[in-house]
């Protein structure tokens, strides 16, 4: 669920809820240690502040600024968490996840397997990504579809500031490696600040609009235009249950399928491209798990199938919209 708002909440950034559960996570456990390019202050603390002040509290032995490597920063990771630390690595944009898959993929995601059991790998990356500021197709892929294809791994997208912090901190207090991945325009975004000690449970979704029509599935920066509409139909006389999924792995599946069975009829929303998305996947498990009860065929909206474009105009019509969302919706209520 989402911080409680009162008159006297402030208001924080998506950078600020990180710094909030990095800054809380390592006064909780002296095994917390973050690191990665410009994290630390001399360089900094980040390229949005998100590191600020970290170094000069708790020291450099437990956060440092690397050299522009993604395999020595997730190599070191592996071996740390191997060895009893809870490491932090931050990995400044998601496209440069890539250059690291190895770690990742064959070691991080697969050491519990491969020791029976034996040695867990406390491990968070943090990554930012998103499309909307005009960095190009190096620069703005959301591919968390693919490491969500990948057994071992956790994987975590938070929608709003008081989620942000909440899910980070229960990511690094995770015994398993964890994927959580910052949007780049929710960084900048502003929204009420959660209390001390606010952590949101992986794997529990949230329902922020309560509906019986139709329920719209999403995660990350669409839920902005999820409630959006969901409020708009609302005043229409269409009620809309809107789904915050916040954790891609472990999904909530309950959630999902107990609120598609109540409404029959379901439309997923993600700013990744449409094509073998997650919403794909949702979209599969709720006609297996729900054929008879469906009155329409799930919808899917997502970003057109071509790379990021770094041109303005282009690059909005690439991503979805609002008005995408609620013609999936009436195409549903008409079927």
């Not at 892929?141 to 057994?151: I, Q």
């Not at 609120?259 to 449409?274: D, F, I, M």
């Not at 996947?281 to 469906?294: G, M, W, Y």
């Amino acid at each position: 669920m989402n911080a409680a708002l009162t008159p006297e909440t402030p208001m924080i950034t998506g950078a600020q809820a990180t710094l909030m559960a990095l800054e809380e996570a390592m006064a909780l456990d002296p095994r917390v240690i973050v690191f990665g390019e410009d994290v630390a202050d001399p360089e900094g603390g980040g390229i949005l502040k998100a590191t600020k002040g970290l170094s000069s509290k708790f020291g450099s032995d437990r956060v440092k600024s690397t050299p522009i490597s993604e395999q020595a920063i997730l190599g070191a990771a592996v071996g740390l968490a191997i060895a009893g630390k809870r490491p932090v690595a931050e990995i400044m944009l998601m496209n440069f996840t890539t250059v690291a898959m190895d770690q990742i993929v064959n070691h991080a995601a697969k050491i519990r397997f491969m020791s029976g059991g034996q040695t867990g790998v406390p491990l968070t990356i943090r990554t930012m990504t998103g499309a909307g500021t005009g960095n190009g197709g190096q620069h703005s892929d959301m591919l968390e579809a693919w490491f969500a294809h990948v057994p071992g791994m956790k994987v975590v997208v938070p929608s709003n500031p008081a989620d942000q912090k909440g899910l980070l901190l229960s990511c690094i207090l995770d015994d398993d490696p964890c994927l959580f991945v910052e949007t780049t325009m929710l960084m900048r975004t502003k929204g009420p600040a959660p209390p001390p000690g606010y952590r949101v449970p992986l794997g529990k979704a949230a329902i922020v609009r309560p509906g019986s029509d139709v329920t719209l599935i999403g995660y990350g920066r669409p839920m902005f235009d999820v409630v959006a509409v969901a409020d708009k139909l609302r005043d229409e006389g269409i009620s809309v249950e809107a789904i915050d999924l916040r954790t891609i792995v472990p999904m909530d599946e309950e959630t999902v399928l107990g609120s598609v069975a109540k409404t029959g009829r379901a439309v997923v929303v993600h700013e990744a491209v449409k094509r073998f998305g997650v919403g794909a996947e949702i979209s599969s498990r709720i006609h297996e798990t729900l054929f008879d009860k469906l009155k329409a065929p799930v919808q899917r909206v997502g970003a057109k199938y071509t790379p990021v474009p770094f041109s303005r105009p282009l690059e909005q019509a690439f991503l979805w919209s609002a008005n995408d969302i609620e013609a999936a919706i009436r195409r549903t209520l008409r079927a």
